[in-house]
């Protein structure tokens, strides 16, 4: 059964940052054409926040977390990796690993938040 584990969520001050991973079982992430990170907050809906596309090697990212975000992954471990810095308390929400196997269609995947595959979340909550 494939599945995708994230951890590092937490409680952070504004300005803070966090480091979310996620582990592929038996999912290898470098044979999917698409993998990313999406959040959503209560009451709110889901948001996409980047993408890796693996058949073309490129990242998208929200306009949102721009300049403050960093997707990776890393294939001997089979992980994928969200750098967060300068967190806000608007970051606040329910973080997702999410995978698909066709290519992310450039940022459409990342707006449309479809993906076959998808962890249970890890929690992230900034203060002010």
């Known amino acids: 059964q494939k599945q995708l584990v994230e951890s590092g969520g937490g409680s952070v001050q504004a300005g803070g940052s966090l480091t979310l991973s996620c582990v592929g079982s038996n999912y290898k992430f470098k044979e999917s054409g698409c993998v990313g990170w999406f959040r959503q907050a209560p009451g709110k809906a889901r948001e996409g926040v980047a993408t890796i596309d693996i058949y073309h090697g490129t990242s998208a990212y929200a306009d949102f977390v721009r300049g403050r975000f960093t997707i990776s992954k890393d294939n001997d471990k089979n992980t994928l990796n969200l750098q967060m810095n300068s967190l806000e308390p608007e970051d606040s929400a329910m973080y997702y690993c999410?995978?698909?196997?066709?290519?992310?269609?450039?940022?459409?995947?990342?707006?449309?938040?479809?993906?076959?595959?998808r962890g249970q979340g890890t929690q992230v909550t900034v203060s002010s």
């Open positions: 999410a995978a698909d196997v066709a290519s992310c269609g450039g940022d459409w995947r990342l707006k449309s938040v479809a993906f076959t595959y």
